[in-house]
C-alpha cells in the first residue's frame, strides 16, 4: 500500500464524514491508501459514525480507545496499525488539508534522500499573545535541549516507513512526538501551508493544556532543569556562607547590630521557595520515572475494525 493517514480523532463526530469525502475527492482513485482513525475515547457519537464509515469503506481502520489517552497515544496508535509505505499524520478538522498531502508525497516521490515532509504554518491563526508565548517556548527548549525543534512545526507530516519504524521503537510513556520525531533524524523538508478554518467543534488545545505539553516537551528532552536546580542550591549556599562571615565581622570588629527581624524572614522565605522550586523540578522527573518503570501500556484497545484487505 502507497499511503496511509492516520487520523486522530476526539468528540469529532461532525468532522470525520467531511474529512473522509475530501480524501476521497483529493486522492480519488489514483493512489492506494488508508485512513486510520483513533477514536482517543470521544465521548459524543464519533465511535458509531467511525463504524459506520469503515463498514462502508474497505480502507477504513478505526482504533477505538478504551478511554481518553490523548493525542500522543493516539499517534502512536495510529502508526502502529498503518501500514503503507508511507504514512500521513493529519487532522480530522480539515483544518489541514489532504491537498497537502500531495503535494508532500511529490516531493518524497522526486526524492530519494528526504525522508520526511513537515508542513508548518506560514499565517498562524491565533492572537498576537499566544504566538509571543509559543515563539518563547521554542527559544527557551531549543536553548536547552539536545535536539532541534523547528518553530512552528506541526505534527501534520509524511514519513517513509523507515522513519515510521524509527518511531515506533520508541516505547516510552510519556510521549512528545516533536521532540521524538527530531530525535529520531532523517531528512526532513518543511513546507509552509494555510490552515483553513476549521469545519465543525472548538479546539481542544487551550492555554491551560498547551502549558501542560510545554512542560513534558522540557522534561523529556532536557535534563538542564536538573542541573539548574543544582546551580540554584550551590548558589544559594554560597550567597548564604558569605553573608554570615560578613555579619560575624560586622559584628565583631565594628559592633553593629545584627540585622533582625525583617532580614530573618526575608532570607529564610527566599531560600525555602528555592528549595520548595527545586524539591519539585526532582519531583515531575522522578513522577515520570515511578509511571515508566510500572510499565504501563501506551493506550488500551477497546476495538479494533478493519477489513481482511487490511490484514497485516
Not at 498576537?128 to 527557551?140: D, E, N, Q, T
Not at 505539553?213 to 540554584?232: C, D, Q
Amino acid at each position: 500500500m502507497k499511503l496511509s493517514l492516520v487520523v486522530p480523532c476526539f468528540n469529532e463526530e461532525d468532522n470525520v464524514e467531511k474529512f473522509l469525502q475530501e480524501v476521497k475527492n483529493t486522492l480519488k482513485n489514483d493512489i492506494d491508501h488508508e485512513i486510520v482513525f483513533v477514536n482517543d475515547g470521544s465521548t459524543d457519537n464519533t465511535h458509531k459514525v467511525l463504524k459506520q464509515l469503515a463498514e462502508e469503506n474497505k480502507n477504513v481502520q478505526v482504533v477505538t480507545f478504551s478511554r481518553n489517552f490523548g493525542k500522543e497515544a493516539a499517534m502512536y496508535a495510529g502508526l502502529s496499525a498503518s501500514c503503507g509505505e508511507m504514512v500521513c499524520v493529519i487532522d480530522a478538522d480539515l483544518q489541514q488539508h489532504p491537498q497537502v498531502v500531495l503535494e508532500m508525497l511529490e516531493i518524497l516521490d522526486n526524492n530519494p534522500d528526504t525522508d520526511c515532509v513537515t508542513a508548518y504554518q506560514k499565517k498562524r491563526r491565533e492572537g498576537i499573545l499566544m504566538s509571543g508565548i509559543k515563539s518563547v517556548f521554542y527559544k527557551l527548549i531549543n536553548g536547552i535541549s539536545d535536539v532541534n525543534f523547528v518553530n512552528g512545526a506541526s505534527d501534520f507530516r509524511l514519513m517513509r516507513r523507515t522513519m515510521v519504524e524509527a518511531i515506533l521503537s520508541m516505547t516510552e510513556y510519556h510521549r512528545f512526538s516533536k521532540g521524538i520525531f527530531s530525535w529520531v533524524g532523517f531528512n526532513t523538508e518543511y513546507i509552509p501551508y494555510e490552515a483553513k478554518k476549521r469545519e465543525n467543534g472548538k479546539s481542544k488545545w487551550g492555554v491551560k493544556k498547551l502549558t501542560k505539553y510545554a512542560v513534558e516537551g522540557i522534561m523529556s528532552f532536557s535534563t538542564k532543569p536538573l542541573r539548574f536546580a543544582a546551580y540554584v542550591g550551590f548558589v544559594s549556599s554560597l550567597i548564604s556562607v558569605i553573608y554570615m562571615f560578613i555579619v560575624v565581622i560586622q559584628k565583631i570588629f565594628w559592633g553593629i547590630d545584627v540585622p533582625g527581624y525583617a532580614t530573618i524572614v526575608g532570607l529564610v522565605l527566599l531560600l525555602g521557595g528555592l528549595q520548595l522550586f527545586c524539591l519539585g523540578v526532582l519531583g515531575e522527573y522522578l513522577a515520570k520515572m515511578y509511571i515508566q518503570v510500572k510499565n504501563r501500556p501506551v493506550y488500551i484497545v477497546k476495538e479494533h475494525i478493519k477489513s481482511d484487505e487490511n490484514e497485516n
